[in-house]
């Protein structure tokens, strides 16, 4: 599923404004052995023990539930290791949506099940669980996983390996040596040079280079990624592309022989205690473009697992290396705010902060896991705002950086 990013070129000025004062009140957190690992639940502080203003985030807090903003489900906020603020939201998404539940068009192109995003039985929440959709963090959470087996040693192919090495070249269209040249770090950086551009299109178009609309129609979404006419050369360009991390569930299980939902479930989500449920197209690929479901406290795992380098509970889940790679800047995206031009990392969106990079897994609808690496700081949303593309970010952002008055400190001697 796509991510609209409009609000990172509107709200350039007001991100920047604000991301200055917190990078000024900051030192560069790293971590330390004394870490409380949230395996269980994560350890609750207040957010003056770790140096925020409570009201500036009680005020933001307000607005939300007043409807001020978009339809947001929840809000958390993680900083030194400990969730120092939380608030929820409830929404009537069965009366809310229930026009368009009924009415076919690219968000219901079958009307019932799983890939209709107005079915509450499935959005936001899986089947009236906690488990709140992240439609394209799912890609930035494949990237951890491909980072995990190459870890271990189970995905022991170069990223620079041709992906058509994992197909029967006769059931593959549009072949030719441009093609043969797309590698798996092409399909990390979204720099494979297929006709997939999903950004600058409404949820409702059916152009054709509104690309998921019509994989996500699709019977079987990796044939419909790997026969994609290419339209330049791979490495080329950054190209916001769904199907090229639909490709990424194809190649890992011809890879590593191992299902890639299965094989997160054993050595990412149980070592981090993170429950899960991930959709599978109607072939039975893993949806791993945008199907993944967790609760909003187990996404910031993930970014608190990055803040460590990789490490858990004194074992190295994803290498460092792997970490490093994944939020440096591999390619330039045609975005740019007052700040600078933003970039790509292997499946992250990093934001120019005064020099730095924060890092962002970002989907649509709402959700957003922010990472801001030298304050400690992880900031969760989900919501499903779907009609609008999300939660108004360029609006929120500014009302909550400004809550960071000191740097990340848990208050002991």
Same mark, same amino acid.
């Given at each position: 599923?796509?991510?609209?990013v ?22 560069a957190a ?10 269980k639940?994560?350890?609750k ?18 607005? #939300? ?30 009366q809310?949506?229930?026009?368009e ?12 099940? /799983?890939y ?5 039985? +499935? ?16 890609k =930035?959470?494949?990237?951890?996983i491909?980072?995990?087996?190459i =870890? ?13 090495k994992?197909f ?14 797309? =590698? ?8 494979? !040079? ?23 129609a699709?019977?079987d +979404? ?14 080329r360009?950054?190209t ?10 194809y ?22 205690? #993170? ?19 967790l ?16 490490? +858990? ?21 045609p975005?740019?705010v007052e700040? !600078? ?8 969106w ?8 924060? +890092?962002?897994?970002t989907g ?9 690496p /030298?304050?400690?700081?992880i ?25 960071v008055?000191?740097?990340?400190? =848990?208050?002991?001697?």
């Amino acid at each position: 599923m796509k991510k609209t990013v409009g609000w990172f070129i509107l709200s350039g000025a007001l991100f920047l404004l604000a991301a200055a004062s917190l990078l000024a009140v900051g030192q560069a957190a790293s971590p330390t052995s004394a870490v409380i690992w949230p395996t269980k639940n994560w350890p609750k502080g207040t957010p003056a023990k770790v140096g925020l203003d409570e009201e500036t985030l009680k005020n933001l807090d307000a607005d #939300i539930a007043n409807g001020k903003y978009a339809l947001t489900d929840s809000f958390r906020v993680f900083r030194c290791g400990m969730e120092v603020f939380a608030a929820q939201y409830k929404h009537d998404y069965g009366q809310i949506y229930a026009k368009e539940a009924k009415t076919k068009g690219p968000l219901n192109a079958r009307l019932v099940g /799983r890939y209709n995003y107005f079915d509450t039985e +499935w959005h936001p929440y899986y089947h009236a669980t906690d488990l709140h959709t992240m439609q394209s963090v799912s890609k =930035t959470i494949t990237s951890v996983i491909l980072g995990v087996a190459i =870890t271990r040693g189970d995905f022991k192919a170069s990223l620079k390996t041709p992906v058509l090495k994992y197909f029967d070249l006769a059931k593959v269209k549009n072949v030719d040596d441009r093609k043969r040249h797309i =590698t798996v770090e092409n399909l990390l950086t979204m720099t494979s !040079g297929m006709n997939s551009e999903e950004l600058f299109y409404p949820e409702s178009s059916d152009s054709p280079e509104n690309d998921f609309v019509h994989m996500e129609a699709s019977d079987d +979404w990796v044939q419909y990624a790997i026969d994609e006419p290419i339209v330049e050369e791979p490495g080329r360009n950054f190209t916001y592309s769904s199907a090229d991390t639909e490709l990424l569930a194809y190649v890992f299980q011809k890879e590593t022989g191992q299902d890639i939902d299965t094989y997160a479930e054993k050595y990412l989500f149980t070592p981090l205690g #993170i429950k899960h449920y991930w959709k599978r197209d109607y072939a039975g690929n893993v949806d791993t473009e945008g199907g993944l479901y967790l609760n909003d406290e187990d996404l910031a795992k993930l970014g608190f697992l990055y803040l460590n380098n990789g490490l +858990w509970e004194g074992k190295q889940i994803v290498s460092e290396d792997w970490v490093k790679q994944s939020v440096a800047p591999q390619v330039p995206m045609p975005y740019t705010v007052e700040g !600078g031009r933003l970039y790509y990392g292997f499946s992250w969106w990093l934001i120019p902060l005064e020099g730095e990079y924060a +890092w962002m897994a970002t989907g649509f609808g709402g959700q957003e896991l922010m990472v801001f690496p /030298r304050q400690n700081l992880i900031v969760v949303f989900t919501g499903w705002d779907v009609l609008n593309g999300g939660t108004d970010i360029n609006l929120l952002l500014p009302r909550l950086l400004p809550a960071v008055k000191a740097a990340c400190s =848990t208050g002991k001697k």
